[in-house]
Nanobody
Framework: QVRLVQSGGGLVQAGGSLRLSCAAS????????VAWYRQEPGKQRGLVASITSRGITNYPDSVKGRFTISRDNAKNTVYLQMNSLKPEDTAVYYC??????????????WGQGTQVTVSS
């Protein structure tokens, strides 16, 4: 089992920055990919960023160049640095971890979610 605990988030003005953290504990050696997703009310959850155990990152075009996913292996923590935030980035953000696969549906573990609100 793996437990993911998120921290960070909150309210920020447009153009500002926030950093989210996702601390993992448990059998983390089995994890191949950690990803961040976000969900707005009434909308489907979507990928924000992902990082593999080899350090390969992936971003959708909507956040590319503004968001950066990184990891600190010593702290078993994955971060999402969000810069140049826009009101449309407002959502609940979730971290997730999976042992295999590439789809959102392959994720085995999820964090508790954290609200990010960007005011205009």
């Amino acid at each position: 089992q793996v437990r993911l605990v998120q921290s960070g988030g909150g309210l920020v003005q447009a153009g500002g920055s926030l950093r989210l953290s996702c601390a993992a504990s448990g059998n983390i050696g089995s994890i191949k990919t950690v990803a961040w997703y976000r969900q707005e009310p009434g909308k489907q959850r979507g990928l924000v960023a992902s990082i593999t155990s080899r350090g390969i990152t992936n971003y959708p075009d909507s956040v590319k160049g503004r968001f950066t996913i990184s990891r600190d292996n010593a702290k078993n923590t994955v971060y999402l640095q969000m810069n140049s935030l826009k009101p449309e980035d407002t959502a609940v953000y979730y971290c997730a971890a999976r042992r295999h696969g590439t789809s959102e549906y392959d994720n085995d573990y999820w964090g508790q979610g954290t609200q990010v609100t960007v005011s205009s």
